[in-house]
């Protein structure tokens, strides 16, 4: 019988959990529906299992970043005890033997290993009609914002005629960025990263010019290398990377802009004169925005229409170009 045990690490956000987690361990989350993105990102992480502490509703079967987990080698088990999560602490070593889970050696609960066979959970195509309604009313009401000559902090670089790559914590970016990493050098790129985006760049032992976004899922490291931090206000005011930043001692601006802190990298690159912005990790899909929990992608359909024809889209790049260790 397969024996697993490592230190635990957990988080109900998988997005902070990649940035505390380390080889050999086991990550408990709270995230039945895992997106892709988290799942890479656990597997660059080189974690030895998950351990899953919301259980799915009956018949709903398994997300894509679970597939994605368990080809990569990954097991998940699912705990029957739901106060599992409150129980394990950071650095216990947890064991999973069979269906059992011992913490510290002793005894805490059942599981339930995920089977590869299980049935692939799908979004509905009424969830599908709903998202591109809620988009075409945001496009309506968000239209004027970008027609608009939005009022953009002043940034100490000069953008004017660069080109830029913009790196978003969307699916594949570690693979796609290792993939360009040699042209963004040889090209001087101008590097924008957005929120987690950015900790790709500095793993690849490189710093952004400028980090944009909440702040939520960026670590520290990545932060404290980088030139310039916009924190991504809200219309209402709302900024919530501030705190973190005033803890931390880092100098920051405010970017106020409709959508997603990528909308908001993007609008501000061709306002300030960028040429050609190169995306990596860039998110347009129905799923891709639906896996984030978001109800439609409004701004970034305007944003694709304004400025498309300055835009490659870097998507799966790494699997044209043959990188080592990938």
Not at 50 to 55: F, L, P, Q, R, T
Not at 292 to 311: F, P, Q, V
């Amino acid at each position: 019988m397969n024996i697993i045990e490592g230190k635990a690490y957990k988080d109900k956000y998988t997005k902070l959990l990649v940035n505390k987690i380390g080889k050999g361990c086991i990550a408990v989350i709270r995230h039945w529906r895992l997106d892709i993105t988290a799942a890479q990102e656990l597997k660059h992480c080189s974690v030895k299992a998950i351990i899953n502490c919301e259980m799915p509703s009956e018949g709903s079967g398994i997300s894509e970043g679970m597939c994605y987990a368990l080809k990569s080698g990954i097991g998940i088990y699912n705990v029957l005890n739901g106060s599992f999560f409150d129980v394990v602490n950071d650095g216990d070593i947890v064991k999973i033997d069979g269906n059992l889970i011992y913490i510290n050696g002793r005894y805490c609960t059942n599981c339930i290993p995920v089977s590869f066979n299980a049935a692939k959970c799908e979004y509905s195509q009424s969830e599908k009609n709903s998202f591109m309604l809620n988009t075409i009313d945001h496009m309506r009401s968000e239209l004027k914002f970008f027609l608009c000559n939005t009022d953009l902090p002043d940034i100490k670089l000069d953008m004017k005629n660069r080109d830029v790559l913009i790196i978003s914590r969307g699916r594949g970016y570690i693979e796609d960025f290792t993939a360009v990493k040699s042209f963004v050098l040889d090209n001087n790129l101008i590097i924008v990263g957005v929120d987690g985006g950015a900790n790709a760049v500095f793993d690849a032992g490189m710093a952004c010019d400028i980090i944009i976004g909440d702040m939520d899922s960026v670590s520290d490291k990545s932060l404290k290398n980088c030139r310039e931090i916009l924190v991504h206000s809200y219309m209402d005011g709302y900024a919530p990377g501030v705190i973190r930043m005033e803890k931390l001692g880092i100098g920051y601006r405010l970017i106020r802009v409709m959508g997603t802190s990528e909308d908001a990298a993007i609008l501000m690159c061709k306002q300030k004169g960028a040429s050609t912005i190169y995306l990596v990790g860039g998110h347009i899909g129905i799923e891709e925005f639906m896996e984030k929990g978001r109800d439609g992608m409004g701004s970034t359909a305007i944003l694709r229409m304004l400025y498309g024809s300055s835009i490659i889209d870097l998507k799966g790049i790494s699997r044209l170009i043959k990188c080592p260790n990938i």
